[in-house]
């Protein structure tokens, strides 16, 4: 079994290569950057906005897991390019796993989708009303893969990935975790806003059992 891995050179990808290469799973990883591995990885360089190459890649696999993305405050700044990948990118890959009749395509979606809250714990048929062109974009993702699996019998599998946190994440990727790290390290927040709600974060990165700063009162 071979399995293609777009966004391998992500966060989230990266910690899957050394996964599937510590299990032994013959995989071929793709991103639209240069290699951050060595040699020993079957990288593939480009851009899932590039029908041509995403069906050279899927062609070669059995079975795909999907985790490139445009991040979520990118679709804020610009929600063209992020509809432009999330959209239309995803969507290459799902038709490239349709023609190519891949066992099972797996893709990260995200909890924003769910939006409000109206209920807790949030489960799958919670409403949604996504508060974001990212949110939005991963909501319709979910759709055209459930239209798939009814047309065209695509089998896949989605994660709905809340705050992720662990190796290979930086704050450069603007994710919510590495940056209240930075912040609360950094004690660069003055504001009684800014503490409330880092201390709101707090909270639920000490429930999430990882180590962290809590800010002192005086700042
Ligand atoms: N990390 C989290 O907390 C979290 C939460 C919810 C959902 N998710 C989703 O999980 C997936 C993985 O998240 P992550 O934290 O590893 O994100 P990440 O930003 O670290 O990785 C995404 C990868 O996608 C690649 N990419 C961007 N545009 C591309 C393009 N046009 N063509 C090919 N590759 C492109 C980037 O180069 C990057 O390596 C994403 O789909 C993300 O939306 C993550």
Redesign the pocket.
């Given at each position: 079994m071979i399995v293609a891995v777009?966004?391998?050179?992500?966060?989230?990808?990266?910690?899957l290569v050394d996964k599937l290469k510590k299990e032994d799973i013959e995989f071929l990883a793709?991103?639209?950057?240069k290699s951050p591995f060595g040699k020993e990885v079957n990288y593939f360089k480009?851009?899932?906005?590039?029908r041509k190459a995403v069906r050279k890649v899927v062609s070669k696999a059995d079975m795909v897991v999907?985790?490139?993305?445009?991040?979520?405050l990118t679709s804020l700044e610009n929600p063209i390019i992020s509809m432009?990948?999330?959209i239309e990118?995803t969507l290459n890959i799902i038709d490239a796993s349709r023609e190519f009749k891949i066992d099972k395509l797996i893709?990260?979606?995200?909890?924003?989708i769910v939006g409000d809250v109206k209920y807790n714990p949030v489960d799958e048929e919670h409403p949604y009303t996504p508060k974001t062109p990212?949110a939005v974009a991963?909501k319709a993702c979910e759709d055209y893969m459930r239209v798939y699996k009814e047309l065209f019998d695509l089998d896949y599998l989605i994660?709905?990935?809340?705050?992720?946190?662990g190796p290979?994440?930086y704050p450069e990727?603007?994710?919510?975790?590495p940056l209240v790290y930075k912040t609360l390290t950094q004690r660069k927040f003055s504001t009684y806003l800014e503490t409330a709600l880092l201390l709101g974060t707090s909270y639920m990165l000490k429930t999430s059992q990882t180590s962290f700063v809590r800010p002192s009162k005086n700042t």
């Open positions: 777009f966004g391998a050179a992500g966060f989230v990808g990266r910690n793709t991103d639209v950057v480009a851009d899932i906005l590039d999907h985790l490139a993305a445009s991040p979520l432009k990948i999330n990118g893709f990260s979606s995200a909890s924003s990212y991963k994660f709905r990935l809340f705050n992720v946190y290979w994440q990727s603007r994710a919510l975790i």
